[in-house]
């Protein structure tokens, strides 16, 4: 069974910087792609960024030249970086598996950026 643990969230003011972090219960490698999304409230949980078992990336242009995802294989984790961030940020962000056929979730982080 394939457990994924955010961590890294909290609240901070606009212009500031968050790192997430997404923790796998194994090796990282097995996966083809690895992201976050993100869910305010009332919207519907969008893709943020993913990372490809490639190393290729791909962001939402919403946070395109602020975020920046990355990953480190030895220690089975994914992070997110979120710089200039705004208070349209402000959703629980979740981390994603995918291995086909399967998706995996963790259970998300919340981010709330004041003005």
């Known amino acids: 069974q394939v457990r994924l643990v955010e961590s890294g969230g909290g609240l901070v003011q606009a212009g500031g910087s968050l790192r997430l972090s997404c923790a796998a219960s194994?090796?990282?490698?097995?996966?083809?792609?690895m992201g976050w999304h993100r869910q305010a409230p009332g919207k519907q949980r969008e893709l943020v960024a993913l990372?490809?078992?490639?190393?290729?990336?791909n962001y939402a242009d919403s946070v395109k030249g602020r975020f920046t995802i990355s990953r480190d294989n030895a220690k089975n984790t994914v992070y997110l970086q979120m710089n200039s961030l705004k208070p349209e940020d402000t959703a629980v962000y979740y981390c994603?598996?995918?291995?086909?056929?399967?998706?995996?979730w963790g259970q998300g982080t919340q981010v709330t950026v004041s003005s």
């Open positions: 994603n598996a995918a291995r086909t056929p399967d998706n995996y």
């Open positions: 194994g090796s990282i490698f097995s996966f083809n792609a």
């Open positions: 990372i490809t078992s490639g190393g290729g990336t």
